[in-house]
């Protein structure tokens, strides 16, 4: 596959790489396939996509020259000719007494405050012309506007100043557009995202292209719409869709909004602002319905229906977002509307947005939506000028679990994939295990049929290395034996080309140790996907001090091309993320092992965030994967580890976790797991042989202790990774932990929540809890450093020790 080198936020192509972003040039006639290049999508659930993004773009938005919509959670990048361009609002009066206002802020048009304050200027001014009778609102570029600009919110939460926010909702919306004393049309093409939404709601009609995106995703950053969206969208597409639509953050197309009543009407690009003016015309001359949505209740239905409405919401969301305020919030301001009126819900709106932008949960997800753009900036790979090389074949050695999830996820994106197997009865079960993730998308609806079969044309299956000549990269997908994987090292580097990055998928194993065996050691590197590989979103890409920075830079890009988010890490036992996370198991086992519940520990940590409790991952992973990890981390760290007996028993007694449908909970075909109590037996004679239980008394904890038992150890790894220089920055290990390990993103990462909690907070409880059950919870230098200078864990070392260990 050609990875075609543009830019996702200015459409130009590349000519030099800088930050692992390409920096720009005019695309001429014949590079120029403007309908074939790389688009990314996202469910909006999910966070946002780390498109590649040129150094121009890059600079200007982490200046603020450039704004980033809301709608850069999500969006379907394309064509825009110049993100470079200054932000402005235009206005034109045509022969027909319409004037056009235009919003132009590349790439998304955001709505900046400089924006807003246009807007402003232009209606008023548009109102008070004699020469104006209708207005017609649009943006430039194809696109409507992505939403008001996200660094406001990054701005609030770094000075705590909520008057950075302007007055929107009242001011503008309501005062200016929805009682204007001329109709307002607005002509929407490619999204209406966010406050862009918002503005088109408070508009008198709406004119769209086909297939423009439509949504309010405001509360996957933690803040509900403020611009008047909780009360105008339910009013004009029903109560239930509204608030599926804001509690999903969901975006709709414009045919479905069409359906609804959100859109008026559809016509062409080339039609939508000839048909908007004429809209605009008929509606001053009375000839269409001038309508106000705010004032509208026939699609709310009556208080009593409303109510049951909400109460259904408020259930389901207390079960899908627990942790989450702005859900409740929105629920609450959308019912102020249906009691009190429209105007009071839009007050109350404006009230709680503002509260919302200065909550943990915003600072959160904010954090890391920030943070992952940052990733693929690597000091000395992606500021030295390098380009991509294009990675068009790649073979994956191993048809498992993981290596069949690789090769699907590799296949998906347009690259042709060689698996090899060790006989034809492996290899038949990995091409099954392929095809079944590629024909499951098809039943759900996401791929056609013809597409599916192009994409399984690409993969091939083999038992030798023949087909090794023309690969571009080998990613080695084995189980985890360390003279299995040197043997294969040795076979690839002379079966493969002199450029082919040698890749190793291995979660825990020094890569030292790997390519101990092979002389290439500058196309070593390490490419940790998560299982499983075609669902998880990080990739943990591991370098050696040897590697070189093109072979890191073509990782990264094929990262980005199967819609990974790469994170570059530096080599150790366990890398960054499962080394930052093995604390996590052993400080659970240690909770048991002081008498706490275990059911009661998984309880807890999903209440706190976390798909999974410590034992059900366990139980989910197997454990022959725990006992092989734990072995590994005690060899590495004897000093910091506690070694459990319960796996050991727990096997002995013939339990494997979901394996054998036994662990420490039962797992039966079409049921949800449920605890095992005759595991009990099994941990109290684990607890009598570790005879750590001070008097065999068991410890009597909080809920917030057994989190901080359980995750202060893990904060406490984690600040060894940062001393070691093992992750470049520690907004990484926030994405990593994120992307990896599922640490809830509305915490913001590991570190982030740490920082949020207090650093002297971490460190003195670890302090208190080493003097009583031993070095596993022995504070690091780095940890006890920064709480006793009062520093943030995340903030960047400036000493030349810590640059000196740094493993990047």
């Known amino acids: 596959m050609k990875i075609d080198p543009m830019c996702d936020l200015c459409g130009r192509y590349a000519e030099t790489l800088t930050h692992a972003l390409w920096s720009c040039e005019k695309p001429n006639k014949e590079k120029s396939r403007t309908q074939q290049w790389p688009r990314i999508h996202l469910r909006p659930t999910e966070l946002p996509p780390t498109g590649v993004i040129c150094a121009n ?13 809301i709608g850069f959670l999500w969006h379907d990048w394309g064509d825009f000719p110049n993100a470079m361009a200054r932000p402005s609002v235009t206005m034109e009066v045509g022969d027909d007494a319409v004037a056009v206002i235009t919003i132009s802020n590349p790439p998304v048009n955001a709505l900046a405050i400089p924006i807003i304050e246009g807007l402003k200027e232009k209606f008023v001014e548009a109102t008070r012309r004699n020469d104006v009778k209708a207005i017609v609102l649009t943006g430039k570029g194809g696109r409507f506007s992505g939403g008001f600009d996200i660094n406001v919110f990054e701005k609030v939460h770094e000075t705590g100043d909520v008057s950075l926010m302007p007055d929107v909702s009242v001011d503008l919306v309501v005062n200016i557009i929805e009682d204007s004393r001329k109709p307002i049309v607005a002509a929407i093409e490619g999204l209406a995202l966010g406050g862009g939404l918002e503005l088109a709601l408070g508009c008198h009609a709406r004119i769209s292209a086909p297939r423009a995106q439509l949504g309010l995703p405001e509360l996957s950053l933690g803040i509900i719409p403020g611009f008047g969206g909780t009360q105008r969208l339910p009013r004009l597409v029903g109560l239930s869709k509204g608030i599926e639509m804001m509690l999903t953050s969901r975006p709709i197309l414009s045919e479905e909004g069409k359906k609804l009543g959100l859109i008026d009407s559809i016509v062409s690009s080339e039609e939508l602002l000839k048909v908007s003016r004429m809209w605009a015309l008929a509606i001053a001359e009375r000839r269409k319905p001038w309508i106000r949505s705010l004032h509208r209740t026939d699609k709310i239905g009556s208080l009593s229906e409303a109510r049951e409405i909400l109460k259904v919401a408020r259930q389901q969301a207390s079960i899908t977002a627990p942790n989450m305020p702005q859900h409740q919030v929105c629920l609450d301001v959308i019912e102020e509307g249906i009691v009190h009126g429209g105007y009071s819900g839009v007050l109350k709106e404006a009230k709680d947005f503002k509260k919302l932008v200065l909550t943990d949960t915003s600072k959160g997800l904010v954090h890391v939506f920030f943070a992952q753009r940052s990733t693929t900036k690597v000091p000395n790979v992606s500021d030295i000028g390098l380009k991509p090389r294009h990675i068009k074949k790649v073979a994956v050695i191993g048809g498992g679990l993981m290596g069949s999830g690789i090769a699907t996820a590799l296949i998906l994106s347009n690259i042709k994939v060689v698996l090899k197997e060790v006989n034809l009865e492996y290899l038949m079960k990995g091409t099954k295990m392929i095809e079944a993730n590629v024909r499951g998308l098809v039943t759900k609806g996401k791929l056609t049929r013809d597409k599916a079969d192009k994409i399984l044309s690409l993969l091939k299956g083999v038992l030798d290395y023949t087909e090794f000549k023309d690969v571009d990269m080998v990613i080695e997908a084995v189980i985890e034996k360390i003279p299995l994987k040197q043997t294969i090292f040795s076979e690839i580097e002379k079966a493969c080309p002199s450029h082919c990055i040698l890749a190793s998928n291995t979660s825990t194993i020094d890569l030292h140790l790997v390519g101990e065996k092979t002389t290439s050691q500058d196309r070593i590197i390490g490419a940790h996907f998560f299982s499983p590989a075609h669902v998880m979103p990080l990739l943990e890409i591991v370098r050696t001090e040897k590697t070189s920075p093109q072979v890191i830079l073509d990782l990264m890009t094929v990262g980005k091309v199967i819609k990974k988010v790469p994170v570059v890490v530096g080599n150790c036992t366990g890398f960054a993320v499962n080394r930052t996370f093995f604390p996590y198991s052993q400080g659970s086992h240690m909770l048991v092992h002081l008498g706490v519940d275990l059911f009661r520990i998984d309880r807890v940590i999903k209440k706190f965030g976390l798909p999974l409790g410590p034992f059900q991952l366990q139980d989910l992973a197997g454990y022959g994967v725990f006992m092989a990890t734990a072995k590994q981390f005690r ?45 009990l037996p099994v941990i109290e004679e684990s607890r009598r042989l570790a005879d750590i239980m001070q008097g065999r008394k068991p410890i009597t904890v909080t809920d917030q202790e057994i989190v901080e038992m359980v995750l202060f150890p893990v904060v406490n790894e984690a600040c060894r990774v940062l001393d070691e220089g093992i992750v470049v920055r520690a907004s990484d290990l926030d994405v990593a932990s994120v992307f990896g390990m599922s640490f809830p993103s509305y915490r913001g990462g590991i570190v982030f929540w740490a920082d949020l909690v207090g650093p002297k907070h971490v460190y003195s409880s670890l302090k208190k809890w080493s003097e009583l059950y031993g070095s596993f919870y022995k504070p690091s230098r780095f940890l006890e450093e920064r709480a006793t200078k009062g520093m943030l864990l995340s903030q960047p070392a400036s000493s030349s020790a810590a640059a000196s260990r740094a493993r990047l």
Do not use: H, M, W
């Open 57 to 69: 773009c890059d600079a200007a938005i982490n200046q603020g020259q450039v704004g980033v919509g």
């Open 635 to 679: 060899d590495a760290f004897p000093d910091r580890t506690f070694q459990s007996p319960l796996i050991d028993l727990l096997i002995k007694s013939g339990r494997n976790g979901k394996n054998n449908g036994k662990g420490y909970y039962i797992y039966e075909r079409g049921n949800q797991p449920k605890p095992d109590l005759t595991v």
